[in-house]
């Protein structure tokens, strides 16, 4: 088994089992969404996969011993967030607070974002992460431009930080 906590937010469509599968095995998922962890519960067991641990928990208010990740991965948590309606700039000051508490110093971070560029993606977390890798995703051309739909890029949290910065 490879010895790796890993914490993926929002369990549709999850990762975690591909993981699994591969052989890692200190895995946790979370969802706020009390019919999304029974959802990925039936699943995982379908899939015979029972080293995986779901929690029902909002990542703007996670406990305090939810923490210490090694890898933290984002398929759409952070888009949710920042689509809002509800004070979304204080919520994603939020997820970023959130963010530093449960990630370790030297872990990574994975986020897919569709309503989010690299460039902004950069901005909103260059507190105390730095861009270790941007992941291919696919390309389109349009009017002479080629573009991106999807940014997916890896940070590696290079110390303890908070969102007290001014803005």
Same mark, same amino acid.
């Given at each position: 088994m490879l010895q790796c906590s890993i914490l993926e937010l929002e369990? =549709?469509? /999850?990762? +975690?089992?591909? +993981? &699994?599968? +591969?052989?890692?095995s200190n895995i946790t998922g979370i #969802?706020? /969404?009390?019919? &999304?962890i029974r959802l990925s519960g039936s699943v %995982?067991?379908?899939e015979g996969l029972s080293n995986i *641990? %779901? *929690? =029902?928990?909002?990542?703007l208010n996670l406990p305090t011993e939810l923490s210490g990740f090694h890898v933290c991965i #984002?398929?759409?948590?952070? #888009? &949710?967030i920042s689509l809002n309606p509800d004070n979304a700039a204080e919520k994603r000051k939020q997820y970023v607070k959130s963010l /530093?508490?449960? +990630? *370790? =110093?030297?872990?990574?971070?994975?986020?897919?974002s569709c309503n989010w560029t690299k460039e902004e993606l950069l901005n909103e977390f260059s507190e105390g992460l730095e861009l270790f890798e941007e992941l291919?995703?696919?390309k389109f051309s349009f009017g002479g431009r080629s573009g991106s739909s999807v940014a997916a890029l890896v940070f590696q949290k290079t110390r303890d930080f908070s969102l007290d910065k001014p803005s």
């Open positions: 369990m =549709v469509f /999850s990762w +975690l089992n591909l +993981l &699994a599968k +591969l052989g890692f #969802d706020y /969404s009390p019919p &999304a %995982l067991e379908k *641990k %779901l *929690k =029902v928990e909002d990542f #984002d398929r759409g948590t952070f #888009d &949710a /530093s508490r449960v +990630l *370790k =110093v030297k872990g990574f971070f994975l986020i897919t291919p995703t696919p």
